[in-house]
T-cell receptor, first 114, second 110 residues
């Protein structure tokens, strides 16, 4: 069974440029999460989807970040414009159910903003 | 807000020694607790999931315990090997989201 797939794995951009990350969750998983991980820290939630609905986006900086999950499957996280402080790893995870379900993570997308 | 703490931040042990990793959390109203392993430059690999009604879970050389009332979990790794070198993170789920600790980076010396 395929795991959570993310792309690109690495992205280097100049500040003020846009960037987008893509995530394909495990088949059948209704809940999808985007996390941000800074070096030496644990991941922090950006947004959670139940099917195609964003049910928790309180930690998403909405002035520059946006996300969508069309048809309740794949998801895209966008940053526009990127700032130096956005350099981090962006992790996507999915679970079968929101409450007691086990989370499975992708390999992450490492962003470097110059 | 849930706060998750992992102490120590790093430890180094000789091969064969048993590992004991600690995790504490502030709010005991959790759905479950999950332990992950993270290798450098990689994503998180799920090791064990303990539901709130359970006291422990075992998988091979790994055993994780959960004491909700005291807000603690411990991950035991028996007979450590160099391949166990990685960062181990615990995460608690409440209100449908996971809150993570910063992790414990383990080095197993051959």
């Amino acid at each position: 069974e395929a795991g959570v797939v993310q792309s690109p794995r690495y992205k280097i951009i100049e500040k003020k440029q846009p960037v987008a990350f893509w995530c394909n969750p495990i088949s059948g998983h209704n809940t999808l999460y985007w996390y941000l991980q800074n070096l030496g820290q644990g991941p922090e939630l950006l947004i959670r989807y139940e099917n195609e609905e964003a049910v928790d986006d309180s930690q998403l900086p909405k002035d520059r970040f946006s996300a969508e999950r069309l048809k309740g499957v794949d998801s895209t996280l966008k940053i526009q414009p990127a700032e130096l402080g956005d350099s981090a790893v962006y992790l996507c995870a999915s679970s079968l159910v929101a409450s007691g379900g086990e989370l499975f993570f992708g390999e992450g997308s490492r962003l470097t903003v110059l | 807000k849930q706060e998750v703490t992992q102490i120590p931040a790093a430890l180094s042990v000789p091969e064969g020694e048993n590992l004991v990793l600690n995790c504490s959390f502030t709010d005991s109203a959790i759905y479950n607790l999950q332990w992950f392993r993270q290798d450098p430059g990689k994503g998180l690999t799920s090791l064990l999931l303990i539901q709130s009604s359970q006291r422990e879970q075992t998988s091979g050389r790994l055993n994780a315990s959960l004491d909700k009332s005291s807000g603690r979990s411990t991950l035991y790794i028996a007979a450590s090997q160099p391949g166990d070198s990685a960062t181990y993170l615990c995460a608690v789920k409440d209100d449908y989201k996971l809150s993570f600790g910063a992790g414990t980076t383990v080095t197993v010396r051959a």
